[in-house]
């Protein structure tokens, strides 16, 4: 998860790393969400800014960032949410492994749409 109190872009660069080091066959890389009544929404009231308070974008905010706090800015976030993907999926080593374990022209098909997504995605990073 990106954006926890205390996070910088060095500790973002080692989540992606270590998830790239394991031999995993998903990823799901995701943002923190201030939720209204818990501890870190009220720690970013106070020491930061909720940039948004609908709550209904709450549970579907597509890789989006609500909050600021610290160095932490949305753009920072989202960019690096968007890296941790292109670099997951990307690898030769996955790309390799996924190919061995397709066992249907229809796996592959889906397969290639996925990475489509993934890389439309982190194309603007």
């Known amino acids: 998860m990106f954006g926890n109190i205390g996070e910088t872009e060095q500790t973002m660069r080692d989540t992606i790393d270590f998830a790239k080091s394991l031999s995993l066959d998903v990823a ?33 905010i597509d890789g989006k960032m609500l909050f600021k706090h610290g160095s932490l ?12 993907y292109t670099e997951f999926y990307s690898r030769p080593s996955f790309i390799l492994r996924r190919l061995w374990k397709t066992r249907s022209w229809l796996e592959l ?16 990073k």
Do not use: C, W
């Not at 106070?46 to 609908?54: F, P, S, V």
């Not at 800015?73 to 941790?84: C, D, I, S």
């Not at 098909?109 to 603007?124: E, H, L």
């Open 73 to 84: 800015t949305p753009e920072l976030v989202e960019r690096m949410h968007k890296l941790a």
């Open 28 to 60: 799901q890389f995701s943002i923190l969400v201030p939720f209204p009544g818990t501890e870190v929404r009220k720690i970013i009231e106070k020491e930061g800014e909720i940039l948004e308070n609908d709550y209904s974008k709450y549970d579907n």
């Open 109 to 124: 098909k889906n397969q290639i749409k996925g990475a489509g997504a993934i890389f439309r995605m982190g194309g603007d």
